[in-house]
């Protein structure tokens, strides 16, 4: 299963890619739901706040793996912080790297897109 799905720049887009998110993995359990939505909500408010563009929620579901991606139109990279305990911004990152089995990022011809892997369970 592959899905990919037009997202404005807009701060409601987060809220469309956790509804994506649970209607495409529906079945799924509902940590490995929480946690793809949890993570999707990262990336796209990411997203919303620096690229300024529009953006595209991919989502790919392999024997093992789950792969979601938010691709936008900025060729500006993530830039991973450690933001002070006190701090409300800088986070997303960190919270990727400790929920996500893995992420990454890669160019593609009109930007970047921003990935990330959890194990699948049904």
């Not at 990919?4 to 998110?21: C, F, M, N, T, Y």
């Not at 529906?26 to 990336?43: C, K, N, R, W, Y």
Request: hydrophobic letters at 45%.
């Amino acid at each position: 299963m592959a899905a990919g799905h037009a997202l404005p720049q807009d701060p409601r887009s987060a809220a469309l890619a956790r509804a994506i998110v649970g209607e495409k993995l529906a079945g799924f359990t509902p940590t490995t739901v929480e946690t793809t939505q949890t993570l999707v909500s990262e990336l796209v408010a990411n997203a919303v706040l620096h690229a300024c563009s529009m953006l595209v929620l991919h989502i790919a579901v392999a024997e093992d793996r789950l792969q979601v991606g938010v691709e936008d139109l900025s060729f500006d990279y993530p830039l991973p912080q450690q933001p002070s305990p006190e701090s409300d911004d800088g986070w997303g990152l960190v919270i990727l790297d400790a929920l996500a089995t893995a992420w990454g990022w890669y160019r593609t011809p009109v930007g970047k897109q921003v990935w990330f892997e959890l194990p699948v369970r049904s």
